[in-house]
């Protein structure tokens, strides 16, 4: 069971980036998936979720109405495009699956398999 990040980096305020997940040994149809992030000395913090057919999706705060998470079970990715990135966006974002839900959940202690995760940095 592996998920594995892509299409972090450094990006000046205001810019985009789009984050990709991809699940392999098992399939993600049936399970809500999540994208967290972490910063040095604080704790993981939830992102955003989606339900597992996508039906639903739930955002905290401080990215509602910049990012939008997305789901392709045909391929078994989940995406999280971020737009107008603020310099407090600067993190490791992880993708994970919950694996005993099909909602959404923003706790971190519900997910089952985490990814190595992907830095993104935006600049000032």
């Known amino acids: 069971v592996q998920l594995v990040e892509s299409g972090g980096g450094l990006v000046q305020a205001g810019g985009s980036l789009r984050l990709s997940c991809v699940a392999s040994?098992?399939?993600?149809?049936?399970?809500?998936m999540g994208w967290f992030r972490q910063t040095p000395g604080k704790e993981r913090e939830f992102v955003a979720a989606i339900s597992w057919n996508g039906g639903r999706t739930y955002y905290a705060d401080s990215v509602k109405g910049r990012f939008t998470i997305s789901r392709d079970n045909a391929k078994n990715t989940v995406a999280l495009q971020m737009n107008s990135l603020k310099p407090e966006d600067t993190a490791v974002y992880y993708c994970?699956?919950?694996?005993?839900?099909?909602?959404?959940?923003?706790?971190?202690?519900?997910?089952?398999?985490w990814g190595q995760g992907t830095q993104v940095t935006v600049s000032s």
């Open positions: 994970a699956a919950n694996v005993g839900s099909r909602g959404v959940v923003d706790r971190s202690y519900e997910y089952s398999y």
């Open positions: 040994g098992f399939s993600v149809d049936d399970y809500a």
